[in-house]
C-alpha cells in the first residue's frame, strides 16, 4: 500500500504536469515576416550584442528606490524593498536603520541620472523562477511549463523555435560562457563556450572567474561574434547559502560592476571596435529574483520582478514605452535589433515601438497566429492573458487514474474497528486534511500543524495526569517554532534565526550550535557519537566562517554509513536514529541544528504515552512539525539548497539531490525512525487509510481548481512536496518494516 499511494501520485503528475512539446520548426525570413516589413524588420539595427545575466539579479541590487516606488510592486511583505534601512533584508525594511542594500553602482547612478545611454525596465518573469524556464522563455518567448522545475536539474535540448536557433540560420556567430544550461538547450550553436555547473552552490567565486577570464580576449582580440552570453553565477549561489542580506553580496555586485564597465569601455565606448560600423548593444538582466530567505522558485515580488537594462550608445537612439514589462518581451525586441525573424512561439510585445507602427503590427499578427487567434491583432493583450490561463493540456484520463487508485488503497486498509476506536489523532488527521481545501490553509500549513501538534502533546499528558510533562512538551514545541518564520502572510518578519546570521552575532550562533552538540553527546554517551559530533562541530565552525572544508562532513558520512549498516544486519532498529542524526546534523544550518534536540528530548516526553495503533499517524505531525520550524514552507523559495553541499567537493547529482531530501524532511525521516524504535510494532492500518485520504482528496482539489489563479504558486509546489515527502518515507518504510519483521520473529 506504500508504494501504491506512490505510484497514484505519479500516475496524477504524470496528467497534471504533461511536458510540453513546444510546436516544432522555425520562423523564415520569407513567409513569416510580412512582404511590407521585411526591409525595416531584417535590417541590423546593432552590432554586437552582450547578454549579461546575473543569475537571481534582485531589482533592489540595481534600480533607485524612486523607480522601485513608483512600479507600486513591493509596497509591503515578502519582497519589499527598503526605504531607509534594510534590517534583516525583510518586510518594510526601515526599523532598523542598518544601511541600504548594495547596488551595481555604474549602472544605479546612470539610471538615476536619467543617462541617455541607459533604458532600464522592471520585468516581470512568470513562475516557476528557476534558471532552465527562465532561459527558455528569455530566447522563445513562451511560458514553460511547472515541469520544468522538475527539468532543472537535467536540462537536454530545446526543440522550439528560439532566438539561439534563428541567430545560427542567419550565419550569425554565438559564443557563451557561464551556466552549462544554455549549453544543454542549445547544443552546437555556440563558436565558443565554456560552461560552468550551476549546482555547486557553495562556490562563489570560480563559477564567475571562469567566465570573466574570457573577456579580454573576447573584447581585445576577438572581432568574429555577433551575439555573446555571459551568465554570471556567484550571486545565485550567495543566496543560496546566506541570502541577499550575506556579507558577500556587496563585494561580488562590485564585481559585477566592473564586468559591465570593462565591456561598456572596450566595446561601446570604443567606436573602432564597432562590428560593421553598428552600434553595439549590452543588456543586463537577471533570469529570476531572489527571495529574502535567499532561494527562488515562487511567486513574491522579489523572485519575478527582475531588472533589465538595456546600454548602448547615443547612435542606437533607443527611446523606451513604459517602466514595466513582461520578461519575454525581451524576445521580439532583440529580433527586431538584430535582423531576425520572431520566434513562432513567442508571446512578448515590441519594448521600444510605438502603436501604429508596422513593425509593432507585424508582432501582433505573430502573438495573434501564436495563440490561436484569427489573425486580428484586436485585444491582443487579453488574447494573450487568456493564453497563459488555459494553456497547460491536462490529461484528465492520467489524473482521475491517480485519484482512483488513491481511493483504492485507502479503502484496502479500511477496517471497521477504526471507526469504532477513533482516537483524538485520528480527528485531528481529518482536520487537517480538510484544511487543505483552502489555499490560505495550504500556505499556512504550518499554523494547522503546530496547532494539531502541541493541542495533542497537551491533551495526551494532562489526560494521564502528567501536567509538568504536557507543559515541558509545550514549551518545547513552542521554543522550536521562533526560530523561523514561514508560510507566506508573516514569511517577511524577522525570525530568531535571522538574528543568529548576522555577522555580529556569529558568537550567539557558535555558542547554540555548541549547546546542541553537547546536548547531543549526553543523550547519546557513544565514542562513537562523540567523535561524529565532534566532526560535526568542526564542520560547523568552517561553515560558520566561510571556509571551504569536506573532510569532517565526509567523514561522518562515511561512519554513518557504516554505523546505519551494522545496526541493519544485526536488526538492532533502536539504535537506527542514533546512526542517522549525525547525518541530519551536519547537513543541518547552524542556525538550525537546536531544533534536532528539541525534539529528541519531546519524542521521549511522549513516548510511552501515545497508543502503538497511533504511533505513525501521531509522528507525522511531529515529522512536518520540525519541516516547518526549519524554515520550510510549501513554497520551491524555501529550499534550502546549500545543505546539500555540506562535504561536497564536485556536483554529483544523485549524491546532492539525496542530502536536499534529506535536509528538506529531515523531520518526517526523524520521527519515522523514533516511530520505529519502539519496542512495539506500529499499526499500519490508520497511517495508511489517512494517508491514502489525504492524497486522494487532495488530489480531488488540484484537479477541480486546476485553472484556479493559484494552481501554479500554491497547489503545485505543495504537490510536489507530498510527492517527495512520499517517496523518502515509502523508502525509510521499505528499510524498517522487514527489519522490525526479522528482529519481533528472532
Request: proline share 5%; hydrophobic share 45%; glycine share 6%.
Amino acid at each position: 500500500m506504500l508504494w501504491m499511494q506512490w505510484f497514484a501520485l505519479v500516475v496524477f503528475l504524470g496528467g497534471f504536469l504533461p511536458i510540453k512539446e513546444p510546436v516544432k520548426g522555425t520562423a523564415s525570413p520569407n513567409t513569416d515576416v510580412p512582404l511590407d516589413v521585411q526591409s525595416e524588420w531584417l535590417e541590423r539595427k546593432v552590432g554586437q550584442v552582450v547578454l549579461v545575466v546575473i543569475d537571481a539579479l534582485r531589482a533592489d541590487f540595481v534600480l533607485p528606490e524612486n523607480l522601485l516606488k513608483q512600479s507600486g510592486q513591493f509596497s509591503r511583505g515578502e519582497g519589499a524593498w527598503p526605504t531607509v534601512g534594510h534590517g534583516t533584508g525583510n518586510g518594510d525594511g526601515g526599523a532598523t536603520g542598518s544601511p541600504r542594500r548594495p547596488k551595481i553602482r555604474s549602472l544605479h547612478d546612470l539610471i538615476e541620472d536619467e543617462s541617455e545611454l541607459v533604458n532600464a525596465f522592471l520585468a516581470r518573469a512568470n513562475t516557476p523562477t528557476v534558471t532552465l524556464p527562465r532561459i527558455k522563455a528569455l530566447m522563445s518567448g513562451t511560458i514553460p511549463g511547472f515541469i520544468d522545475v522538475v527539468l532543472n536539474f537535467g536540462s537536454s535540448k530545446f526543440e522550439g523555435d528560439n532566438l539561439i536557433e534563428q541567430w545560427k540560420m542567419a550565419n550569425r556567430n554565438l559564443t557563451m560562457f557561464g551556466d552549462d544550461t544554455w549549453l544543454k538547450l542549445f547544443p552546437d550553436h555556440f563558436l565558443r563556450s565554456d560552461g560552468t555547473n550551476s549546482f555547486f552552490v557553495s562556490d562563489f567565486t570560480e563559477v564567475d572567474l571562469n567566465v570573466t577570464r574570457h573577456l579580454n580576449q573576447e573584447l581585445r582580440s576577438n572581432f568574429d561574434w555577433d551575439v555573446s552570453v555571459l551568465h554570471y553565477l556567484g550571486l545565485d549561489h550567495i543566496g543560496h547559502m546566506i541570502g541577499p542580506d550575506g556579507s558577500a553580496v556587496g563585494p561580488k555586485l562590485v564585481e559585477m560592476d566592473q564586468v559591465i564597465q570593462f565591456i561598456k569601455r572596450e566595446l561601446l565606448e570604443t567606436k573602432e571596435r564597432w562590428k560593421n560600423n553598428l552600434p553595439p548593444l549590452m543588456i543586463v538582466l537577471g533570469d529570476h529574483g531572489m527571495a529574502d530567505a535567499g532561494g527562488h522558485g515562487g511567486s513574491s515580488p522579489a523572485e519575478v520582478m527582475t531588472p533589465m537594462i538595456f546600454i548602448s550608445p547615443k547612435e542606437l537612439k533607443l527611446t523606451s514605452k513604459s517602466l514595466m514589462i513582461k520578461q519575454y518581451d525581451l524576445v521580439p525586441t532583440l529580433a527586431w535589433l538584430t535582423g531576425v525573424p520572431i520566434p513562432k512561439n513567442s508571446l512578448g510585445s515590441l519594448i521600444f515601438k510605438e502603436p501604429g507602427d508596422i513593425s509593432e503590427n507585424y508582432n501582433k499578427l505573430q502573438i495573434s497566429k501564436c495563440v490561436g487567434g484569427s489573425g486580428k491583432i484586436e485585444d491582443i493583450e487579453i488574447m494573450v492573458e487568456k493564453f497563459e490561463e488555459n494553456q497547460t493540456e491536462y490529461s484528465l484520463p492520467m489524473m482521475f487514474s491517480g485519484i482512483f487508485i488513491a481511493l483504492v488503497s485507502s479503502w484496502i486498509v479500511f477496517d471497521h474497528d477504526l471507526i469504532k476506536n477513533f482516537t483524538i489523532i485520528d480527528w485531528f488527521r481529518i482536520v487537517h486534511i480538510l484544511s487543505l481545501f483552502s489555499t490560505s490553509f495550504i500556505e499556512e500549513e504550518h499554523q494547522t500543524i503546530y496547532f494539531i501538534a502541541t493541542t495533542f502533546v497537551a491533551t495526551l499528558l494532562v489526560k494521564k495526569d502528567q501536567f509538568k510533562s504536557a507543559l515541558l512538551g509545550m514549551f518545547l514545541l513552542r521554543i522550536a517554532r521562533i526560530f523561523n518564520q514561514t508560510g507566506d502572510k508573516w514569511r517577511h518578519l524577522a525570525g530568531f534565526n535571522d538574528l543568529l546570521k548576522q555577522e555580529e552575532n556569529f558568537h550567539w550562533l557558535v555558542l547554540s550550535f555548541t549547546i546542541t552538540l553537547i546536548g547531543l553527546m549526553i543523550l547519546h554517551r557513544e565514542k562513537l557519537s562523540l567523535l561524529c559530533y565532534s566532526l560535526v562541530f568542526i564542520q560547523k565552525l568552517a561553515d560558520v566562517f566561510a571556509e571551504r572544508r569536506v573532510w569532517p562532513a565526509q567523514v561522518v558520512y562515511a561512519i554513518s554509513i557504516l554505523s546505519f549498516s551494522k545496526a541493519l544486519v544485526k536488526g538492532d532498529i533502536s539504535n537506527f536514529y542514533k546512526a542517522v542524526l549525525p547525518i541530519l546534523a551536519v547537513i543541518t544550518p547552524a542556525h538550525n541544528m537546536i531544533i534536532l534536540p528539541i525534539h529528541i528530548i519531546l519524542e521521549r516526553i511522549i513516548r510511552d504515552s501515545v497508543e502503538s495503533k497511533s504511533v505513525l499517524t501521531a509522528y507525522y505531525f511531529f515529522g512536518w512539525a520540525i519541516f516547518f520550524q526549519m524554515g520550510n514552507s510549501n513554497g520551491l523559495a524555501s529550499i534550502d539548497v546549500g545543505a546539500a553541499y555540506v562535504g561536497i567537493s564536485s556536483f554529483n547529482p544523485l549524491i546532492v539531490g539525496s542530502l536536499l531530501a534529506i535536509n528538506t524532511f529531515s523531520g518526517p525521516i526523524l520521527w519515522t525512525i523514533l516511530a520505529f524504535a519502539n519496542e512495539e510494532k506500529p499499526s499500519y492500518s490508520p497511517f495508511l487509510f489517512f494517508r491514502g485520504l489525504e492524497i486522494a482528496l487532495y488530489l480531488v482539489v488540484v484537479t477541480s481548481l486546476r485553472h484556479h489563479l493559484f494552481v501554479w504558486t500554491v497547489f503545485s509546489p505543495k504537490l510536489l512536496y507530498l510527492g517527495m515527502a512520499v517517496t523518502v518515507v515509502n523508502i525509510l518504510h521499505t528499510i524498517l518494516i522487514p527489519t522490525k519483521c526479522a528482529k519481533e520473529k528472532n
